[in-house]
Each structure stands twice: as structure tokens, then as C-alpha cells.
């Protein structure tokens, strides 16, 4: 993914507040990439997917990686986390699951459907750049 221009990362989440910290991460852990923002789980499907509106995949690429809240409305991020790691040209594209909760069966849940990463809100970008660095995504500072 580095050296190829800026990877693009889709971000799955429902709160306008959330998109702007993970933006914020994103920025100040200074990893340039193209930030896709769909509105709930059944949208990143779509996405992911090729359907509807994201059929162009010169204009809506798979992405280098996914960050999915927990409780979306339509469809939960453990249910696109799940769908993610049973289709075939996804199942090794990491997803980063972000949620408010910290309880230990919500992660638990999340590690054993294949998630690459947890982080409980709010994230910092030191959280960001670390979860960046052990996917390769952003070169060691």
C-alpha cells in the first residue's frame, strides 16, 4: 500500500462527531490517505460490494482498509465484519473496529469474527498511528 500514492480507507460510521475524530487521528498520526465516509454498515456493504452507486470502481476502489463502528443502523459492524471475512477478495483486508464501548465481550466479539484492530472512542491519533503501524499501513517513526 505505501509508495503507491495515497491509499484509500473507508470509514463506516453514523455520527457526524465520530467522522471528525477519526479524521483527526487520521491527520495527526500523518497518514495521508483518501477517506471514504458512508453512513452505516449496509452502505459500506454496498461499497464493498460494487452495487448501486459505488459500481464504478475507477471512481469507488476497494479500499486498503476499513474502519467500522459497532452500532450502525441497517447493519451492525459486526455484521459487515463478518460479511467482509466470508467474501472471497475481502477476507484479508483489514478492518479496524471502532466503538464507545469498552466492554470486553463487545472486543472479544470483534477478535473472533477477524477484526485486525479495536479502539475505543474517543481515538487518539498515538492509538491511530499505532494500529496504522502493525498493519504496515504507516512507515515506523
Known amino acids: 500500500m505505501k509508495g503507491i500514492g495515497k491509499p484509500l480507507v473507508l470509514l463506516a460510521e453514523d455520527t457526524p462527531a465520530a467522522?471528525?475524530?477519526?479524521?483527526?487521528?487520521?491527520?495527526?498520526?500523518?497518514?495521508?490517505c483518501d477517506l471514504r465516509v458512508v453512513g452505516?454498515?449496509?452502505e459500506a456493504l454496498l461499497y464493498l460490494?460494487?452495487?448501486?452507486?459505488?459500481?464504478?470502481?475507477?471512481?469507488?476502489?476497494?479500499?486498503?482498509?476499513?474502519?467500522?463502528?459497532?452500532?450502525?443502523?441497517?447493519?451492525?459492524?459486526?455484521?459487515l465484519l463478518g460479511w467482509?471475512?466470508?467474501?472471497?477478495?475481502?477476507?484479508?483486508l483489514p478492518v479496524v473496529v471502532i466503538s464507545s464501548s469498552d466492554i470486553d465481550a463487545d472486543s472479544s466479539q470483534a477478535y473472533a469474527l477477524g477484526a485486525s484492530s479495536y479502539l475505543v472512542k474517543p481515538i487518539s491519533s498515538e492509538m491511530m498511528a499505532e494500529v496504522l503501524?502493525?498493519?504496515?499501513?504507516?512507515?515506523a517513526v
Request: glycine share 4%; proline share 6%.
Open 133 to 139: 503501524r502493525s498493519l504496515d499501513l504507516l512507515d
Open 84 to 92: 467482509v471475512r466470508r467474501h472471497p477478495q475481502l477476507k484479508t
Open 19 to 32: 467522522v471528525v475524530l477519526v479524521e483527526r487521528a487520521l491527520r495527526k498520526a500523518n497518514f495521508q
Open 49 to 79: 460490494n460494487g452495487e448501486d452507486l459505488y459500481s464504478d470502481r475507477e471512481r469507488h476502489p476497494l479500499p486498503a482498509l476499513l474502519i467500522t463502528n459497532v452500532r450502525m443502523p441497517r447493519l451492525s459492524g459486526f455484521e
Open 40 to 42: 452505516d454498515g449496509r
